[in-house]
């Protein structure tokens, strides 16, 4: 004997929400479509409840490499006189390089 699935009740909004979705995850959605679909978010509370636990799940970093931020940090020692002074002339050289490159 087959298993029959139970009946799911779905309204026209979660309907059309699920079908916008589906357009837009397949680069297929218009405009219209995807103006029907902010409009269905912000006036269907169950739809923007969902929508908003989906969006803090996606807060937590993917396990892809590529992913990834990647941040590098410059070890920060206390300046002395004389690193300060090369630091400023660095700077310096560097704004009136940029200056003659851009003219």
């Given amino acids: 004997m087959k298993h029959q699935k139970g009946l799911r009740r779905v309204t026209f909004s979660q309907e059309r929400f699920e079908i916008l979705i589906k357009k837009q995850k397949n680069g297929e959605a218009k405009f219209s479509d995807l103006v029907e679909l902010d409009e269905i978010v912000n006036r269907v509370p169950d739809i923007r409840h969902i929508i908003l636990e989906e969006m803090e799940g996606t807060d937590t970093p993917s396990d892809e490499p590529g992913q990834q931020d990647i941040l590098i940090t410059k070890e920060s020692k206390p300046q002395g006189l004389l690193e ?12 009136t390089d940029s200056r003659v490159i851009s003219v």
Avoid: D
């Fill in 84 to 95: 300060k002074i090369k630091a400023f002339f660095n700077q310096l050289l560097f704004l």
